[in-house]
């Protein structure tokens, strides 16, 4: 359960608005490319708990997507070796990483596990 530790330096807001974009290009279907777009929140910066730390260690996130219950989408550039793109829940202050299935190497792969991808946008 490895953290991706990048070389270059933490992403900016407006780098990971334009990684965002990036990833709403990569989806196919027009429709599901919208319902994502509905769940979009200005993208917040957070530092969330890495839970497999001694220390809780805690690492920057970007809440980039968030639903009306307890759900939402977060980018960072540490986590698990499956990607950037993490589920976690809204409630918990700080953020948890959670567990290595909730990281996705794409933003579609992540909503499409949501609870999001079920609400009626």
Known sequence: MGL???LDKDKTK???VSETFSQFSLIKDPKLVTKIKSFQVEPTLHQAIWDYSENEAKYPVWLILKSRDDSGIVYSEYGFDHGNWGLIKTSDNPF????DFQWYSTLEEAFLDSWMADEIA
Do not use: C, L, P
């Open 4 to 6: 991706i530790f990048k």
């Open 14 to 16: 407006n780098e990971v």
């Open 96 to 99: 948890h990483f959670g567990m």
